[in-house]
Structure formats: structure tokens, C-alpha cells
């Protein structure tokens, strides 16, 4: 049991430890329905159909709100309507079609801390040429992009609470053959 748990630690750590990292130095076009702007507090709301593309990170949500700090960091919480999902996708590091995508009804970004968090219904997937090598499910799931330590809670809130939601960990094989009969596992 303990190195199954090992296993779904290195596994999550997987998860957004190689965003492309040259996307935080691109410009952000966002496109919108409505849009309210404070420039005192440096904070936009964008309304209706909102997608936000940096890079290859492209995010979409029904809401968004977009603060950023006087150094130019951003910070984007993603929020969808009832029955609505807000979704992202980036290209991972380390490969020409290597990728990481998710969903969840909230969708938090943290740029100066690269902290991303999921609310509600939350799935993170990693893509490998079109084809999912793991996934996770669960009410919350944290990503500390930094320390590259994810967690996973079976409450929306970010904690673990008794008689709480389940999660999901799917880690799809890496390897294409059986082994060989008779060979030693």
C-alpha cells in the first residue's frame, strides 16, 4: 500500500511541474463578452465566453477575474455557471506533444506563488500525443508548481472532512508490451 501511495505522490507531482515556463513571459489576450475594469485596484471582470490565452496555456470560463499585482504578476480565478465546467490546457516541457489539462466549477491561479487550485468537481489529465497517460478527480486538488507537490481533498474547500467525496488516480501503463512468460516480476 505504501508504495502504491508513493506511486500517486510522483505521479501528481507530474502534474504541472513541467508547464512551459516561457508562457509566464508572454502577453495575455483575453477575449470577452462584457468587461469591468478598476484601474485603481488593477482588477478586471470579463464576462461571457472568456478565454484567456498565454502561450500555450489557453484557460475558458464563463467569469473571470483578472488582478494584477504592482510587479506584474497575475492572479485568475476562473468560475463557471451551473452545470458549467472552467477549463484549462498548456503545453508541458519535455516533449513536441506533451500537455496537462483540467476542469473544475472554480479554477484559481496564483502566477507569483504558481499555485493553481481546483474547486468542485475538479480533473486534472496529462496528455501524451493525444493520449491520457494519468488523470486525477477529486472535489479539490492543489498544485504547487514550485515545490512540486499536489494535493487532493474530498472537500471543495481544501480539506479532508469524514464522509467527504472520493477521488480518482488513473495511471494508464507506460509500457506497450506484456512481459515476456515466465520472465521475473
Given amino acids: 500500500m505504501k508504495k502504491l501511495i508513493a506511486a500517486a505522490c510522483l505521479t501528481l507531482a507530474a ?20 468587461l469591468d475594469v478598476d484601474e485603481v ?3 478586471r471582470i470579463l464576462t461571457g465566453n472568456v478565454v484567456l490565452t498565454r502561450g500555450t496555456l489557453v484557460l475558458k470560463s464563463d467569469r473571470a ?3 494584477e499585482t504592482p510587479e506584474g ?6 468560475t463557471a455557471n451551473n452545470g458549467k465546467t472552467a477549463t484549462f ?3 508541458r516541457d519535455g516533449g513536441p506533444d506533451l500537455w496537462v489539462e483540467g476542469q473544475a466549477q472554480r479554477i484559481e491561479y496564483d502566477e507569483r506563488a504558481e499555485l493553481v487550485k481546483l474547486f468542485t468537481a475538479a480533473e486534472v489529465r496529462e496528455l501524451e500525443s493525444g493520449r ?33 467525496g472520493r477521488g480518482t488516480l488513473i495511471i494508464a501503463p507506460r509500457r506497450t508490451t506484456a512481459p515476456a512468460e515466465g520472465a521475473k516480476q
Fill in 73 to 78: 504578476y497575475m492572479s485568475v480565478t476562473l
Fill in 15 to 34: 502534474f504541472g511541474a513541467s508547464a512551459e515556463r516561457a508562457d509566464s513571459l508572454k502577453q495575455a489576450v483575453i477575449n470577452f463578452d462584457s
Fill in 132 to 164: 491520457m497517460t494519468n488523470e486525477i478527480k477529486g472535489p479539490f486538488i492543489s498544485y504547487d508548481n514550485r515545490r512540486e507537490v499536489a494535493q487532493v481533498r474530498n472537500d471543495a474547500s481544501g480539506a479532508s472532512k469524514v464522509g467527504g
Fill in 89 to 91: 490546457r498548456q503545453k
Fill in 65 to 67: 477575474l483578472v488582478k
Fill in 41 to 43: 485596484t488593477q482588477t
